[in-house]
Structure formats: C-alpha cells, structure tokens
C-alpha cells in the first residue's frame, strides 16, 4: 500500500496540517463542508459561478480575473474515445495516471460537486475530482478523502468506464473556491460531463484567449465526414455550444475544446478524431507542469 495515505484523519480537520495550524483552519473547513454538503446551496452557488464567469469574461474584465489568466492556468480535455486514429496507439488519459505515479498527494471528493448541485441525470454524482500536489491536503476532510496511489489509479478508471471525460491541469478558480492560497502546489482532475460541469461555463470566453487556458490536445483534429445527417444529436451533449447545423451537416466553432464527445454519441459515426502528434502525451504533461508543482 502507498505509505502517502492516511486514513486515520477524521471529518473537519485538514489533511496534512497539525496543532495550531488545524486550529486557524477549522472554521473555514467546517464552512466549506458545510456548503458543499446541502444540494440547494450548491444549486445556487453554481448559477451564481456561471453568472460570475459572464461577467469577467467582458472584454474589459477578462484580462484582470486569474481565472483566465494565461500566467495561471493550463488545463486540457483528454478524451476517452476507443477511435482515434494514430499512427501510434496513444491513451491520452495516461497523463493523469502519469502524474498519479509522480505526485507523493492524492486527494479524492466524495461526491461531484457539480453533478450534486445540479442533481445531473446522466451521471452519477459518486465520482468526484481528484486533486494532487501538497494544496490538496488542504482540502475539507468533510467533502474528500486522502487515497494510496492505487486507489487514485482505480477512481481515474472507474470514471472513464462511466462515460466521464477527465479534464486536468493548473485550474486556478479551484484555489478561490476552496480558499487555498495558489502556491502552484494544486493539480485538478475533473471527471466532466457535459450537463453540470462548472468548466463549460469557460464557454464566455473567446476562442483566442480560451486557446491560452485551456488548451485542447497539441496534434488533435475533430472532422465531421459526409456521413453527418445533420440530426443535432452532437449538440445536445456538447457543454461549450461549439456546434451548429449550417446546410444540413454538423460544423464545429473554434471554442471547441476537442474533448470527443460528439464522435462517442454520433448515431451515424460521422465524427473522425485524428492525433497527429505521437508525443502528445509528453507534451501535455510538460506544459501543465510548468503552471503546477506536484510533489
């Protein structure tokens, strides 16, 4: 078993922290538990994030939120999908087992607090973020579990075989929300669907500046064959709106993330997914980790 775990830490108190720290800590832990845990405020606290996430995506505000910082976020869509064409087999959710294997700090939330708050129909709730590096100790023990490196592996798995799309990287709002001081020492892996997720709200963004903060795969190509009947199916399970019907065939916009879920529910398998680059994998983990520390 991975010696990093410890289970012996109890609800309220903050993973790694000891004495007069813990101390200084638990109001806000308590607070935080408490919010995250009454579906109602979470409901509202959500469309209250999506409203703020409008608002600092004005032209003359989104230069001065961190939240779309280049200098402070690096984040990335690994797609799921069993068809992307390669000339190397790639499994682009290796990058987060990649950073399971280097960071020494796993940190696991009970529920998912976005599928919890919106009470997601489509999936289950059970499979919350992980976090890693030192600052996830620092998460509410009330709302997440410390995990051994094997269990942290498991729940990457258990969310993929959901149909869950992981999104990681340096997430700076994921610092604000659960008051920890950005040290660079948080790396965020959301389990994405495309109904709650917090991160589509992204979506207010331009193109161009969303490009800086989060970035789709380096090499990725989504193309829309003349197989498309033009029945929308993709639309309704595209969280950033980046699709329309234009002449009967489905066109993606450049807000595009590239995160796969069109090609995974095309009825018509009209959806082709090509990576073009074989060191995809390396060149995402490399950028990501020169926004986050993770040892």
Known sequence: MDKTADSGISGGKSFGMAGADVDNNR???KLITFLFTRQRIVNVFLKLLHTTYRVVSLP???KLTPWLDPEKNSMTY??????IVTQQQVLLPSVVHGFIDQSDFHVVFNKCGCRFGNQCEHHTDEVGCLFMGESALDMPAGISRRVTREEAHAHVEKAIQAGLVPMTGKV????????IPDKKKLLSVCFCC????MMTFFKHAPADQL?????PVEGLMIEVTDDCAGCGTCISTCGFDAIAIENGKAVHRDICRKCGRCERTCPNH????TLHNPNAIEDITKRIRQYVYIT
């Not at 009209?270 to 997914?273: E, H, L, Q, R, T």
């Open 60 to 62: 003359v505000l989104r």
């Open 78 to 83: 690994l797609p799921i999908n069993e068809n």
């Open 27 to 29: 109001f806000k832990h």
């Open 270 to 273: 009209a959806v082709k997914i």
């Open 194 to 197: 495309h109904c709650c997720c």
């Open 172 to 179: 700076r709002v994921d610092n604000d929300l659960f008051l």
């Open 211 to 215: 490009d800086q903060v989060m970035t």
